[in-house]
Each structure stands twice: as C-alpha cells, then as structure tokens.
C-alpha cells in the first residue's frame, strides 16, 4: 500500500485553495495514487452543518477534518485539505494528530493576499460583507493567523494554479509523498 499524507491548504477565501486542490489531485491520481479531497464547503455542508462560524465551532470544524485527513492518511490516501482553518491552534492541533498517528502531514500556506480574494471573491463573500449582509468574514472582519513556517507558501496571484498545484507536488515527491 501506498504512504497517504494529509496536504493541508489554508488561506483566506477565494485564496484559491480549492481549484490549487483539484489541479492537484489530477497530477497525483496520474502519478497511480489514491486521493481524495476533503473541500472545506462540502464538509460544513454534509458533516458538519451543525456548526456554525463561531471561533470554538470553527476549532471544532477543522478538528473533524483534521481526524477525517488522518485517517485517511493512514490508510494509503493522499487527503488534500483546502480549508480556511483561519486559527493557528487549530491547525497545530491537526498537525500534532497526525504525528501522534505517524501519519504524513503537510501544511501549504496559498497566501493570496485580501485585496486579490476579495476581486476574485469566487462566493460573493467579500460583496455581501461590504454591503452588510454578513459578518465575520475571515481575514477582513473575523482573524486569520497565518502561518508562521508553513511548509511551502503559495503566492497565487503570482502564478498559474498548474503552476502552483506542480510547486505542491514537487514537495510531495521530494518527501517521498507522491
């Protein structure tokens, strides 16, 4: 059986995360491997709609993930994570199962910053929030800790997303991952 890993992505919405996941997995499932993608609104949709955006239910969001990416990891698939997980706690204490299990975990920093998200503003997120429809969007009313020593960081605006999904991978297969 194949070595899985947990390849986390975090960054602000519309950061890119999720599309860097998907280019991504294409390359991995080429390379023979087994992959899933754990998108953070199809979790909030299917696993955790019971939780809202609070900062403990956000911590508990990101745990469940985080326990779903480590059992995957575990059993020879390649969990890619393209997660907000705005808070550093939350994300160390995901790394630290993942230690505690063996498993490979990978954390990737898209660090794309506020100004570009919200043109991309993929949601509609960052329009509804200057217009006053929500709050507590991430990385402009509500925190977002970036991390300090990410295992690689992605400036997305900088590159194509083939070019960052090949930066991803090239770690992967340096670390004997992918």
Not at 34 to 47: M, N
Not at 79 to 107: C, F, N, T
Not at 118 to 135: F, H, N, W
């Amino acid at each position: 059986m194949s070595t899985g890993a947990t390849v986390w992505l975090t960054g602000l919405p519309s950061a890119g995360k999720t599309t860097i996941a998907h280019e991504l997995a294409g390359l991995l499932r080429a390379d023979g491997r087994l992959v899933e993608v754990l998108d953070g609104d199809e979790i909030r949709e299917f696993l955790t709609a019971d939780l809202g955006f609070s900062r403990a239910d956000r911590h508990t969001n990101v745990q469940r993930i985080g326990f779903l990416a480590d059992l995957l990891a575990r059993n020879g698939v390649t969990a890619l994570v393209p997660v907000i997980a705005p808070y550093a706690d939350s994300r160390e204490a995901v790394r630290k199962r993942h230690e505690a299990s063996g498993a490979a975990y990978v954390e990737v920093h898209v660090a794309t910053p506020v100004d570009v998200c919200s043109v991309r503003d993929v949601k509609g997120l960052y329009a509804k929030q200057a217009a006053g429809e929500i709050s507590g969007l991430t990385g402009v009313d509500d925190p977002y800790e970036e991390p300090v020593s990410p295992d690689l960081r992605i400036e997305s605006q900088h590159q194509t997303v083939t070019e960052s999904a090949a930066a991803v991978h090239k770690l992967l297969v340096e670390r004997g991952l992918a």
